[in-house]
């Protein structure tokens, strides 16, 4: 079994900068891939940041130049740095992680997720 533990989130002025991050622990192996992704009222689930199996890292377009995406291996984190937040980056954000297992077997876990809210 895999815990993530997400802290980071909350309310910010519009322009303001928040860091999100995602520690991961148990039965872990390797990390395959690991992400952000985060859903707002009334919309559906979308990615906002990526590292690749191949360790490439991708990006919303909404976010590209704003947000980054960097990790602590020997950690099993992975953290989030938003800048020049705006109002329309309000949402629970939640983290993502799939793991290879002892027994190499690749499981999807999420964060309990965390609420960012960008307001004046």
């Known amino acids: 079994q895999v815990q993530l533990v997400e802290s980071g989130g909350g309310l910010v002025q519009p322009g ?41 890292t991708n990006y919303a377009d909404s976010v590209k130049g704003r947000f980054t995406i960097s990790r602590d291996n020997a950690k099993n984190t992975v953290y989030l740095q938003m800048n020049n937040l705006s109002p329309e980056d309000t949402a629970v954000y939640y983290c993502n992680f799939h793991v290879i297992n002892w027994f190499s077997r690749t499981y999807t876990y999420w964060g309990q997720g965390t609420q960012v809210t960008v307001s004046s």
């Open 16 to 56: 303001g900068s928040l860091r999100l991050s995602c520690a991961a622990s148990g039965s872990i192996f390797s990390i395959r891939d690991m992400g952000w992704y985060r859903q707002a009222p009334g919309k559906e689930r979308e990615l906002v940041a990526l590292f690749t199996a191949g360790g490439s």
